[in-house]
């Protein structure tokens, strides 16, 4: 049952959100846990920075997905490019302007761990791009990856489609026959050749136009492309490795939980990440989440 109005605008609602690189999650709550707004939208014109613009686009993002009338009485953010503590900080106090006084904002990496019942743990994202995330014994964030499609996030979307395409097109330079990787992408992108796969895949150089086409890799090499399953292997070595550096920086915790639209949809990679871990990491569990992170900012946001 829906509350009345007057008591959305009087309560103040428990508020979480999620924003990644293509999609915004919004989950609110009244104070006694009643459902009031569960949404999902486009997030194509998010950027972290400057803040005063960021906290203006979450405002109205945050007034089209809640009831109307509602006030907030705890909000928690986290979002793609919140990648260290001066940029949060400088997000909040941008809220908090605007009148959202308890508010909280933290990297959607740092979603993942609360999102799965735990206290702690270290956090992977495989979704539009790639990050990792942790704290140390003092409880400062650790941050590892998220460099961005143009030369990083190997096991995102858009950097698996990047790897996949440079494989190929060498492999054709090479004059080696295609092993099924370079079909799927021409297939993909609706061109006829390696020459006009690389113009489709330069003229539009954004996350939106490439990380689309990564389920045509886990497609060619599910049909045995050896190039594809390579690349597929690299995006997993690249994601351990983030698990590497944050322990080597005194992450806490005894579980890895992944989430983003890749590793959840793709178990070629969450089964490469989960052998890797047991090799490099054999005390650390693995967990695939399957709530959505925006369960995680509405949990902190009823802590705070």
């Known amino acids: 049952m829906t509350p009345p109005d007057d008591a959305l605008a009087h309560e103040g609602l428990v508020v979480g959100m999620d924003v990644g690189g293509t999609k915004a999650a ?4 009244t104070a006694d846990g009643t459902l009031v707004a569960d949404v999902v939208m486009s997030s194509a014109e998010w950027d972290a ?7 203006g686009w979450l405002v109205e993002v945050l007034g089209r997905a809640l009831p109307a009338g509602a006030s907030i009485g705890a909000l928690v953010i986290g979002a793609q490019g919140l990648d260290n503590p001066e940029v949060a900080h400088d997000l909040e106090a941008a809220l908090r ?3 959202h006084g308890r508010v909280r904002c933290v990297n959607d990496a740092a979603l993942l761990v609360p999102a799965a019942g735990l206290d702690a743990g270290l956090g992977l994202i495989a979704g539009t791009g790639a990050i990792g995330v942790a704290v140390d014994p003092s409880g400062a964030a650790l941050v590892t990856g998220g460099w961005g499609w143009v030369i990083g996030d190997e096991a995102g979307g858009a950097g698996l489609v990047r790897e996949a395409t440079k ?12 092993d099924g990787l370079l079909g799927a992408l021409l297939a993909d992108f609706g061109v006829t050749d390696a020459e006009r796969l690389a113009r489709a895949v330069n003229d539009d150089p954004t996350m939106a136009s490439w990380a689309p086409h990564a389920p045509a890799v886990f497609r060619a090499a599910d049909e045995g492309s050896a190039l594809a399953a390579d690349v597929i292997r690299a995006g997993a070595e690249h994601l351990v490795r983030l698990v590497d550096q944050l322990r080597r920086r005194g992450a806490v915790g005894d579980a890895v939980v992944a989430a983003g639209g890749v590793i959840t949809a793709q178990p070629r990679l969450a089964d490469a990440v989960r052998e890797l ?8 569990r693995f967990i695939v989440l399957h709530e959505p992170p925006v369960a995680g900012a509405w949990f902190l946001a009823s802590r705070l």
């Open 26 to 29: 919004v989950r609110a709550t």
């Open 49 to 55: 920075e400057p803040a005063d613009a960021a906290a």
């Open 97 to 99: 302007s605007r009148g």
């Open 167 to 178: 494989a190929a097109l060498l492999a054709h330079d090479d004059g080696e026959p295609d």
């Open 277 to 284: 871990l047991a090799q490099r990491h054999p005390d650390l």
